[in-house]
């Protein structure tokens, strides 16, 4: 199983980044897609899920409007469209994969993406 995360970077406040997570190794489609993020000194939160079923999204207050989280099946990669990037948006954002069955499940990290928003 891999998620390989791509996109991070430097931006200047306000401006924009997409994040891609390109998955292999599991049925891309059954799974949660998620992006978290952790900034320094601070726990790790949740941004943004998917559920590749049925593309049901999910946010974080904070980033409502701002990010938003997409999925494609037929390339098993989900990304995540930041914009109006904001200092306190600094943080290595790690992609998540998770299935819940009945009785067992799975959850998969990245190896994560800095993130860093400064001017």
């Known amino acids: 199983v891999q998620l390989v995360e791509s996109g991070g970077g430097l931006v200047q406040p306000g401006g924009s980044l997409r994040l891609s997570c390109a998955a292999s190794?599991?049925?891309?489609?059954?799974?949660?897609m998620s992006w978290f993020r952790q900034a320094p000194g601070k726990e790790r939160e949740l941004v943004a899920s998917?559920?590749?079923?049925?593309?049901?999204?999910n946010y974080a207050d904070s980033m409502k409007g701002r990010f938003t989280i997409s999925g494609d099946n037929a390339k098993n990669t989900v990304y995540l469209q930041m914009n109006s990037l904001k200092p306190e948006d600094t943080a290595v954002y790690y992609c998540?994969?998770?299935?819940?069955?009945?009785?067992?499940?799975?959850?998969?990290w990245g190896q994560g993406t800095q993130v860093t928003v400064s001017s």
């Open positions: 998917i559920t590749n079923t049925g593309g049901r999204t």
């Open positions: 190794g599991f049925t891309f489609s059954s799974y949660t």
């Open positions: 998540n994969a998770k299935f819940i069955g009945l009785g067992y499940g799975y959850n998969y």
